[in-house]
Each structure stands twice: as structure tokens, then as C-alpha cells.
């Protein structure tokens, strides 16, 4: 039986270690992929990572029973990694870049692509992350919160500390400046 998040919480903070564990594996990919966005450093993603799970960890038994542990910890390592940017001196803090991994090979049914599809994809990738690097950094964290680590509209704003509505008007804008980044044409 598959144990929710509270559940593991309860069974850690009664002793059982290996509930962390379950804890970190469910959630370290997403988290990589979240501060990766946020830094567009793959080191410095996973220091994020990492220290985020450690303050969590240290402050388990602060976690509000009821809230999503997700969000939280995600909110967390929103919060490190703007300390991180913060230190260092050669990043500027709005100039956020996103990693959108490869949303097509979630919907192949063919597990070892062709050459050439690895070659479309690579295209793809590229034209899409230079579409979202055009925007607002802001939207694009709304759209890597929801597209990369599948959260609601709900939990990405405890995550980024904004109102549900200025989520949700902030996502319509990104995929319409998306929408009209695509029909441009590079010369």
C-alpha cells in the first residue's frame, strides 16, 4: 500500500527512517528539475536539492498537517535558490532560464526513437527553450511548476507566494506570449 506524504511524515517523526527515504525519492527528481529552472546550473540545481530536503528534514516537525508537503518543500527550494542567486555575483536574479525537459517523450510509445526523431527533438527543444527564455521570468516559473512537476495552480502559488488569481493570469499570458513568440518567424 502506498503511503500518502502525511502518513510518511507521521511514521518518520515516530522513528521509521526509511519513510524519509520514500519521501526524497518521491520528490528529488521534480525538485532537480524545479531548481534547474530557477538557476539554469545543473550543480547548482542539485546543491538546491539538496538543501532543501535538509531543512525540510530539520524541520519536520514544523510541517502543518493538512498542507501539501509537496508545496512546501517546494517552497523551499524556491526560497534556496533565491538565496543562492542572491550570493552569487556574476547571476543577475531576473535573469531566470528554464530547463522544460522533453515533454514529447512522455507521449512516444517507442521507448529507443529513430535518429532522425532525436534529431527533430533536438530541434524542438532548442526552438521551445529559446521561446521560453523571451519570457517573463515569472511565467515561466508558473509554467515549469506546472508542467514539469505537474502541481496545481493552488500549490504553485504557495510556492511562489502569490494569489491563485495572479497564478492562473500569469500562466494565460505565458502561453499566449508563447503562442505569439511561435507564430514569428526567425529571418
Sequence with gaps: MKRNDEQLISDYLEGDDTALSILVDRYLNDLCAFAYSLTNDRQSAEDVAQEAFVKAWKNMRRFVPGNSFKGW??????????????????????????????????????????????????ENTHYLKGLLEQLNPAYREVLTLRYTSNMTFEEIGQIVGRPLHTVKSQYRRAITALQRASQVKPV
Design 73 to 122: 518543500l517546494f517552497r523551499i527550494a524556491r526560497n534556496t535558490a533565491i538565496d543562492l542567486l542572491r550570493k552569487k555575483q556574476d547571476i543577475v536574479f531576473s535573469a531566470f532560464e528554464t530547463e522544460e525537459g522533453n515533454v514529447f517523450l512522455d507521449t512516444l510509445k517507442d521507448t529507443e526513437p529513430l535518429p532522425d526523431e532525436l534529431l527533430e527533438r533536438a
